[in-house]
């Protein structure tokens, strides 16, 4: 038999489930915008106790409850969208430093030094039309300072290239310390939490390993009490609140933002010694058979560029300065004493034609700087594509992750009037008891 | 599926996303003409684009040694066709003198004549080109003979300051690594073959006023003359070889152009036909997206 107060206490209780259903609607209108922000749902369950059979046999009702609130979220979902999120780091790095290096060859819209390459052949075919033309030898010389002008222009502008990629990992190795440090403090206070699910610092929690899943592929240990550990390349960095930082050192290859820098720097590296490899074939090409010449005023030909190694190790080259200053100093000619003879000019020039040349791996100067751009164009490129693929995936699954986590304002609009309708309901009833405990008690 | 309101928006920014920038990218190639704006844009072709830029590149230059070759060829014909005169006038001159009688007065008059030819033979051995003497070879800037009174006589001779010269021939590069001999040898054509000497002999003899040995010389004569004809042949040759060669390369200049227009340039029917596709495509999801972020709930409770 149930008490004559019960029905207040059914729907005191329920009122407040209600209110608190309500809450966390609100809530989820609220938070419909948080990133990471993970839809609650408030679990209602009828509460009753059942006396002991000894005493009775029927149930004693004791309205609703909220059961707990619950973190709607996929946890199988999650590896998955993190694995993308690395793809997408790590060819969007590349895609970024990667264009900064291909802009720099103007090629195919201007001038570059495809097309300075075959007007400098060209100018020493002109010279060996007229050997004794000033205006000719003059032509040899400035061609030659144009592509060596350009040569290192690509030169030094790589190497800018080479600096931003390593002051980018710098940043980005502090990044995922700062984003391991908030992790770490996370854990710290997941910890002390004193009921076992806390969604708001799961929610941040998730979503600091989101940020780093950007940044590498890491590996997440989740433990018992919800806490999370992250290994990067081997290293743990977080483990419950102790942070380890990463270091430089610490990076190989991997996926993610960081693993893009390392791709995205070693292949400028291999861009780098490709141009130096060209660059040291065509001085020495050149300088051969320019040395096996003879100038205008009759002495043996000179080296005709000269190489050096700069700061960063890569090639710089430049006209000997004899030759700028006395264009004389030209060796177009094969035979002594010979000021009409253009035949060294045009062994020289014929240098464009030489198809295998074994340094090049059996191929022209051209045909390799042509080669090199073809690879740093598709690098590019294909690193753009996947970028784009991975993107699309990802919008896939944040799609999936959304359908199940985010929050549809419709539908919290909708429940909250259901919850309000209850809400109501109950205040009816609560005035129907009154009445009834008014006529029980005052009017009997 | 649920749908929430961050998937809407989420793949509405992404779809506007692609849309604008396939619209960008459209809009840049048409407005420059150009599809290779960078060389990741179509790095498959590049190998292709660049051997093409590099023939054009060269067969300009070819064109350049051709056309350059073709002058000294011309040059060379010119001085020929006026040696073949020079020679025929001889011929006549003694042909007439070996028909007049000894001691007869028209011998002083030849003579004056073919010392006129002598000299004009002389001119045609110093014919120059951009100012190459032709004959010169590899001291092209200094005259190729001379006349001098060497003692012995009148004699023409191999301009001292170049006697040191090792012949050889001067070429032109008219295709990759192929080249053709432009010059001629003129120690072999006015030296060697003794042209001058049999010139001053017929001189002398009319000086000497001495028919018959006039007459002796004409064989002399007319194998010289045979020679410069052969020579001129030989010019006339190479000019033609070179002239068709320009032809070729200007033919394939036309194909080498077409084909990479097809690589660089847009084009344009089918990218503005795109472009408006994409237009539309962009118009309609603005549209929509308006229409469908603007429907909720809130617009209908109180």
């Not at chain 1, 369950?45 to 909220?66: F, K």
């Not at chain 1, 940043?171 to 806390?198: D, G, H, M, R, Y």
């Not at chain 1, 699309?392 to 959304?402: C, D, H, P, T």
């Not at chain 2, 029917?269 to 795109?274: G, L, M, S």
Request: hydrophobic share 35%; with cysteine.
């Amino acid at each position: 038999m149930s008490g004559t107060f019960s029905g207040l206490e059914i729907i005191r209780r329920s009122l407040s489930s209600y209110q608190q259903a309500m809450e966390t609607t609100q809530n989820n209108i609220a938070n419909a915008n948080t990133e990471g922000y993970s839809r609650e749902r408030a679990v209602l369950s009828a509460t009753g106790t059942s006396l002991p059979p000894s005493l009775h046999h029927e149930q004693l009702n004791a309205g609703v409850m909220i059961k707990n609130i619950q973190r709607m979220r996929d946890d199988f979902l999650d590896p998955q969208l993190r694995a993308n999120l690395s793809e997408i780091g790590y060819w969007e790095e590349q895609e970024t430093e990667l264009a900064k290096v291909a802009f720099l060859f103007t090629d195919t819209t201007s001038a570059g030094v495809s097309s300075l390459l075959t007007e400098f052949w060209n100018s020493w075919q002109e010279l060996s039309n007229s050997p004794q033309e000033a205006s000719a030898r003059q032509n040899v010389a400035q061609t030659a300072v144009d592509l060596t002008t350009y040569l290192n222009y690509l030169t030094s502008q790589m190497e800018i290239a080479h600096t931003e990629i390593e002051n980018s990992l710098t940043s980005k190795v502090s990044e995922i310390n700062q984003l391991a440090a908030k992790l770490a403090a996370v854990n710290q206070a997941l910890k002390k939490c004193v009921t076992a699910e806390n969604n708001t610092l799961m929610d941040q929690r998730d979503f600091l390993l989101n940020e780093m899943s950007k940044l590498s592929d890491i590996t997440i240990i989740i433990n018992d009490n919800n806490t999370a550990n992250v290994v990067v390349c081997g290293k743990t960095i977080v483990e419950g609140q102790d942070v380890t930082p990463l270091s430089e050192n610490d990076l190989s290859s991997g996926k993610g933002g960081l693993g893009g820098l390392l791709a995205a720097k070693q292949s400028v590296e291999d861009y780098q010694d490709k141009m130096n490899l060209f660059i040291q074939t065509l001085a020495d090409k050149v300088n051969e058979i320019h040395e096996d010449g003879y100038t205008l005023n009759d002495a043996q030909g000179v080296a005709f560029f000269d190489l050096q190694d700069n700061a960063a190790g890569n090639k710089e080259i430049s006209v000997n300065e004899d030759i700028l200053n006395n264009p004389n100093n030209i060796a177009a000619a094969k035979g002594s004493s010979s000021p009409s003879d253009g035949r060294n000019a045009t062994a020289i020039a014929d240098i464009n034609d030489i198809a295998d040349y074994l340094e090049l791996g059996n191929k022209s100067l051209a045909g390799y700087y042509s080669q090199l751009l073809t690879k740093i164009g598709s690098d590019q490129s294909q690193a753009g594509k996947n970028a784009e693929t991975f993107n699309s995936i990802g919008l896939q699954f944040e799609a999936q992750r959304q359908s199940l986590s985010g929050v549809s304002i419709d539908e919290e609009l909708t429940m909250l009037m259901q919850y309000q309708f209850s809400y109501q309901a109950l205040s009816k009833a609560m005035s129907i008891f009154d009445d009834m405990l008014d006529t029980l008690i005052n009017r009997t | 599926m649920r749908v929430t309101n961050n998937m809407n928006v989420l793949n509405t920014i992404s779809n506007l996303q692609q849309s604008i920038r396939e619209i960008a990218g459209l809009q840049q190639k048409i407005s420059s003409g150009q599809k290779m704006q960078q060389i990741s844009d179509d790095p498959s072709s590049l190998w292709k684009f660049f051997s093409i830029k590099k023939n054009l590149a060269c067969h300009e230059q070819y064109n350049s040694n051709i056309d350059n070759g073709i002058s000294w060829l011309n040059g060379a014909d010119s001085a020929f066709g006026s040696a073949n005169q020079v020679m025929q006038s001889a011929l006549d001159i003694a042909l007439s003198a070996s028909n007049t009688g000894n001691n007869s007065t028209d011998f002083e008059a030849y003579a004056i004549k073919v010392d006129t030819l002598i000299n004009q033979l002389i001119d045609v051995a110093n014919t120059s080109v951009e100012d190459n003497y032709i004959f010169s070879n590899s001291k092209g800037k200094q005259p190729f003979i001379r006349q001098e009174d060497m003692g012995g006589g009148e004699e023409v001779i191999i301009n001292p300051s170049i006697t040191d010269t090792i012949f050889y021939d001067s070429t032109r590069e008219i295709l990759p690594r192929a080249s053709v001999t432009v010059s001629f040898n003129g120690q072999s054509l006015f030296i060697d073959s003794s042209v001058f000497t049999h010139l001053l002999d017929l001189k002398d003899a009319l000086d000497a006023k001495d028919s018959s040995a006039v007459n002796a010389l004409m064989e002399n004569l007319t194998n010289d003359q045979n020679l410069f004809i052969q020579a001129r042949a030989e010019a006339g040759a190479k000019s033609n070889r070179l002239e068709m060669i320009k032809t070729v390369l200007e033919n394939q200049n036309a194909n080498l152009q077409k084909s990479l227009a097809g690589l660089q340039d847009t084009d344009i029917e089918t990218a503005t036909t795109e472009l408006a596709s994409r237009m539309l495509t962009y118009q309609a999801t603005l549209s929509c997206t308006a229409k469908v972020l603007q429907i909720s709930l809130l617009n209908f409770i109180s």
